[in-house]
């Protein structure tokens, strides 16, 4: 109060001004608003619901969408073996995310650490992936997948060690494999950061007072560090799997899909429908079903846990 | 008997310390091979990146570089490029922090629907929304806006995709200003836009710069949106032209690592430049909100 002493001088000449100064507080609201709003329903709610209409045509673009097929294209993607083999992927990206990739993430905060000499470098260093584009990583990442060892860096390891060269991105057992590995690559600093963030929220005090009541490095770990690192831990897996189903830029710069369908995701499906064969009724149906997917999920995980934090409403 | 358990105790500490230094380079070093490849790759003539791809360019040959750098296309993009990363972001934050600042701070009927209908948006992410998207855009085009094929279509669309995540961020950086301020600023008579002139923008201003570091990263390294709107090359952002320069020279692995290399350069240069406020922005926008 002592910044503002004018403060009660103000007080008679209020009524007379209410009512003008009211009005534009009012219209401080709508019109603060507005532009958010417009682009936000032009953009993101109205597609939505444009996108459900053509996904009950049979449409390839021209013209106006006159074939109603109702749910036929839905029950096609359902049904369709390269539709559910983007599933299977994404499901396959899922696991070996929190199976691998998170722990591995966990495992390198833990050991970065508050108070490891050199702990910023390391951050920069492992965060350094994240800010790179997709596009470039996956390029990247091709020339050292690379089928032949005179030109791969890793069939050149291979040979070196005496091992067969692998054709990391054209075997159809392997491809998604070797792309989980660039993901990997990319991604694990985005969630070391969130675990570095949340270990450095933990008192030092309570894993003091553990480790002076006797318990060990591995305890202390699982009864302290990780049940007080819960909150970060379940945004990190959200993230993590929404992530996961939305797979597209990496997958279809460095296999379109490929080969043979090996590497589909749901995304790369869609793209594959909307923009390159044009039939834009079966894509937007594919749309919607991921949607759903998207939807179903966060609602369910906000169910079944705690609501992550950063989707706490008002 | 103390000597002994001390000596075990900072041997303890000693090997943990190494084993951990050894696991922490490895990664180190498993994160910057495909970099260091990239720029050995990068300054190699076509010849020795297929008799020698991974060993270390000796002595450098800087034709493919030089020869990107004065294409007149590359800077094309370059300069697409800053346009809609510098557009995106000044409209993105105005707008988000203008609405974040209602939802912070103002009282009004239906806030709460308006927040979780924005808030929805994170459900909804581009990749999945791209070509609902693209329908609106087409339907706009048939309406006399030009949205195809323009730099504003691509600026308008990462503009709105930004908005569920920045408003988020934006609005618990607005809430933790204490209300003690916007108590005393209303009682000296200020109207709420003073209040949000004068007093909350100059003190949010450290995380007005956090959203706008990852708001620039994002639209800069963006391939989804200038992919489906963009046509005629010379509006080509930088990554589309990756993307594209890939397809075409796919074969020539060391003008691919030079083009691949000098893209990616800025992203580099500005992490370090900005690297506080990009982790600043993405823990807050992942942790708290």
Redo the contacts between chains.
Sequence with gaps: ?Q??P??QS?EPQKNE?DFP?KL???L??V???L???V??I???????F??IY?STFNWKGFGPAVDYVGLDNYRKILTDTVFLKAIKNVLIIITLSLGLQLPLAL??AV??GRD?PGRSV????????Y???????A???M??Y?ADP????LN?IMTLLGLQPVAWLADMNIVIYAIFFTLT?KYFG?HM??YL??LQNIPKEIEEAARIDGANAVQNFFRITLPLLS??LK??VY?SI?GS?????IVW?MTRGGPVNASETM?TY??RY??VRFQ?GY??A??II??LF??IF?LLYQALTRKP?????? | MKRPSNFTKWLRKYYSRII?YT??VI??I??????V??LF?SVKTTGQ??SH??SIPNPPNWDNIINILSTPSFWTMMKNSLVVMLSTTIGAVT??A??A???AR?K?KS??F??????A?????I??????????LR?MESFGIPMIDTLWGVI??Q???E??GS??ILRGFFTAVPS?LQD??Y???C???DF?WRIMLPLVKPSLAAVAALVM?KS??D??VPL?VLNSNHLWTL?LG??QF?GQYGQD?AL??AF?AL??IP??I???VA?RQ??AG??A?????
Excluded: H
């Design positions: 109060m910044f503002f004018v403060a103000r001004a100064r534009k507080d009012r401080v609201i019109l603060f608003l532009p958010a709003l682009l936000f032009t953009f993101v709610i109205y597609p939505i444009r996108s053509f495992i390198l050991m970065v490891l390391f951050r920069t260093i492992f965060f350094l992936p800010v790179l584009s997709e596009v470039n990583t390029i990247m990442w020339l050292l690379n005179e030109r791969g860096f050149a690559w985005f950061l969130l963030t949340g909150s970060t945004t990190s993230m929404l189903i939305q797979q597209f830029i710069v995304a869609m793209y909307g923009f834009l894509g937007s594919v749309a991921m949607f998207c939807m966060s934090d950063y989707l706490t409403g008002l | 951990i696991f922490l990664t180190t498993l994160i910057f091979i495909p970099i490849i990239l790759g990146m297929y791809p991974y707008i988000c203008m609405a600042f209602v939802f103002l009004f806030k709460g308006f927040f979780n209908l924005l808030s948006g994170l459900m909804f992410p990749n999945v929304a791209i070509l609902p998207v693209y329908f609106v339907q308008f669309v503009i709105a995709f908005l569920s408003i988020l003690e005393a600023a009682i000296d008579g109207s709420n836009f949000f990263i800069w390294n391939l989804l489906i990554p990756t993307m890939q692995l691919i690592s691949v893209s990616a992203t580099i500005f992490y370090f690297e990009i982790v993405l823990t926008g992942a942790i708290k909100g």
